[in-house]
């Protein structure tokens, strides 16, 4: 079955037992709990859940792992589509992708793997010529040494482009633009600008490799730091951040588990991205901005106001609209993504699918248009480690709120959300809690609900009216 038929198998089998996967049934702790060890069951049952890895061999030095050769034989010779379906599955599976990083020294970037298939689709293209009868182990051969070059294994010290571009992050970073990159998207439609990529190094966050854009006027007056939504990439924000840098310095990162940014499995949550954001300025020199943000987004935006709340040295005002995590809890949800961390990747495009149908009105025209290139990007990057960055942040946003601490923020705040943005009573805990408490820490917050279209991507709906709204706001910092 591909992912369509598990998902919908998974689904079928789900709606047995009542389970209401979106999670907009008021659960107690108890029932959630229930809920959540049903879709446990069903996911043994089906074969969709993913158990611990097996100790990883580890190969002679300058050998490939055996399966990626016999993958690698069955494109070259006349199995190609099994060819492909292997190295897929081995690639992005925990075991696959433990034996690399045990074979090669952990220096295996995740955010290569989800794009294998495309990499050696091209690769294989070029060796098409080359493939006769009795020249099949040869090709796989070689077709595996450009693999190495262009995807997944870092390989050789000298030749490999991967290790020029690593130098070159290890200096001061590196500015390459789309189609120029060995990391950045393929099939995704890419930021029209020039994109970086730095080493973002901390003793909480270990070591990411960072894609980030910067841009700026000639005179600015100030830095604005645009923080992307749930598993989103800094794409989200292209048309938003062309209107404010304008006026403003506009940097955009993708956070760790996201975009193109590196994927590491480990446990996410919002402290360890507040973390990585605290030492991503420190890297790429700004001492002082605005957090802007939506969703996730605008859950780390008024989090690192928080933070700097005494000082407000940082962060002298923040921006948030729909912020996930600073509203009443879900623990249907919670308990939904801690199962879902261990299941297959049917259980994440299954709760996915169930996500984006809250982002858009009907009504906006180019709503069809953003789900097919959501879709495409997430099915370019998707690997185990954005899999466990997906359930791990959507359970730490869910399982509790910061609606207590709002009130100790002291820095103004411009709070916005769109009237139609309901999906886990957003936009009415934001109106009549979340504000209020902004307010009574900082008399001069605002809030502001009216827009055109008002979901909960008000950054790509209704973008002109945010970036007007923003720049009234900041003014100059």
């Given at each position: ?5 598990e998902t ?13 996967w979106?999670?907009?049934?008021e ?8 809920q959540?060890?049903k ?14 890895p097996e100790?990883a061999?580890k190969?002679?030095?300058g050998k490939?792992?055996?399966p ?6 069955r494109?070259?010779?006349?199995d190609r589509?099994r ?5 897929d ?5 925990t ?7 045990d ?6 970037l995740?955010?290569d ?7 050696l689709?091209k690769?294989?293209r070029?060796r098409?010529?080359?493939i006769?009868?009795?020249?099949a ?5 070689e077709?595996?040494?450009r693999?190495?070059?262009l ?23 590196s500015e390459?633009?789309?189609g120029?990159?060995?990391?950045g998207?393929v099939?995704v ?11 973002v ?6 070591e990411i ?14 830095t604005?730091l645009l ?6 990439l800094?794409e989200e924000?292209?048309?938003l ?6 006026h ?5 990162p993708?956070?760790p ?7 590491h499995?480990r446990?996410y949550?919002?402290?360890y991205?507040?973390?990585?954001l ?5 890297r ?6 605005v957090?802007?943000g ?6 780390l ?5 928080h933070?700097?709340?005494?000082r407000?040295?940082?962060?002298p005002k ?5 912020p ?14 801690r199962?879902g ?10 709760s ?7 982002w ?12 097919q290139?959501s ?10 480690g954005?899999?466990v ?9 869910t399982?509790g709120?910061k609606?207590?601490?709002?009130h100790?923020?002291?820095?103004p ?12 009573g957003?936009y ?21 609900d ?5 979901c ?7 973008t002109?009216q945010?970036?007007?709204?923003i ?7």
């Amino acid at each position: 079955m591909d992912f369509a038929e598990e998902t919908s198998t998974f689904q079928e089998h789900l709606a047995t037992h009542d389970i209401d996967w979106t999670g907009t049934r008021e659960l107690s702790p108890a029932a959630a709990r229930r809920q959540a060890a049903k879709v446990a069951e069903t996911a043994r049952e089906l074969g969709l859940d993913c158990p611990p890895p097996e100790p990883a061999k580890k190969p002679g030095r300058g050998k490939l792992p055996r399966p990626w050769i016999d993958a690698a034989l069955r494109v070259a010779g006349d199995d190609r589509a099994r060819g492909f379906a292997d190295l897929d599955r081995y690639a992005t599976s925990t075991l696959g992708y433990a034996a690399m990083l045990d074979a090669y020294g952990g220096c295996v970037l995740p955010s290569d793997v989800p794009m294998l298939e495309t990499r050696l689709r091209k690769a294989v293209r070029k060796r098409d010529e080359a493939i006769t009868e009795g020249r099949a182990e040869k090709t796989a051969c070689e077709v595996a040494a450009r693999i190495e070059q262009l995807a997944v294994l870092p390989l050789l010290e000298t030749g490999s482009r991967r290790r020029q571009v690593q130098r070159r992050l290890d200096a001061r970073g590196s500015e390459l633009r789309a189609g120029h990159d060995p990391f950045g998207p393929v099939h995704v439609r890419p930021t029209p600008f020039p994109f970086r990529w730095v080493l973002v190094k901390g003793k909480s966050i270990g070591e990411i490799r960072t894609r980030y854009i910067d841009v700026a006027p000639s005179k600015p007056k100030g830095t604005l730091l645009l923080i992307h939504g749930h598993g989103s990439l800094l794409e989200e924000y292209d048309e938003l951040t062309a209107l404010l840098a304008e006026h403003y310095r506009v940097v955009v990162p993708d956070l760790p588990g996201c975009g193109y940014s590196d994927k590491h499995e480990r446990r996410y949550t919002v402290k360890y991205y507040a973390d990585f954001l605290m030492a991503f300025l420190r890297r790429v020199g700004i001492q002082r901005c605005v957090p802007c943000g939506g969703s996730l987004g605008g859950n780390l935006a008024l989090t690192l106001a928080h933070r700097d709340r005494e000082r407000q040295a940082l962060f002298p005002k923040a921006v948030s609209w729909a912020p996930a995590g600073w509203i009443n809890p879900n623990f249907g949800l919670a308990e939904l993504a801690r199962i879902g961390r261990d299941a297959a990747p049917p259980v994440f495009f299954m709760s996915y699918n169930k996500q984006k149908e809250k982002w858009y009105t009907p009504k906006w025209r180019n709503r069809k248009a953003a789900l097919q290139a959501s879709d495409l990007f997430r099915k370019e990057v998707y690997c185990r480690g954005y899999h466990v960055a997906y359930f791990d942040i959507a359970r730490d946003q869910t399982r509790g709120t910061k609606l207590g601490i709002a009130h100790e923020i002291t820095q103004p705040v411009l709070l916005m959300c769109g009237p139609h943005d309901n999906a886990l009573g957003m936009y009415t805990t934001v109106r009549n809690e979340l504000f209020p408490a902004l307010k009574s820490g900082n008399s001069t917050s605002h809030f502001q609900d009216e827009f055109r279209f008002g979901c909960h991507s008000l950054a790509n709906e209704d973008t002109d009216q945010v970036a007007s709204y923003i720049m009234s706001f900041v003014g100059k910092v």
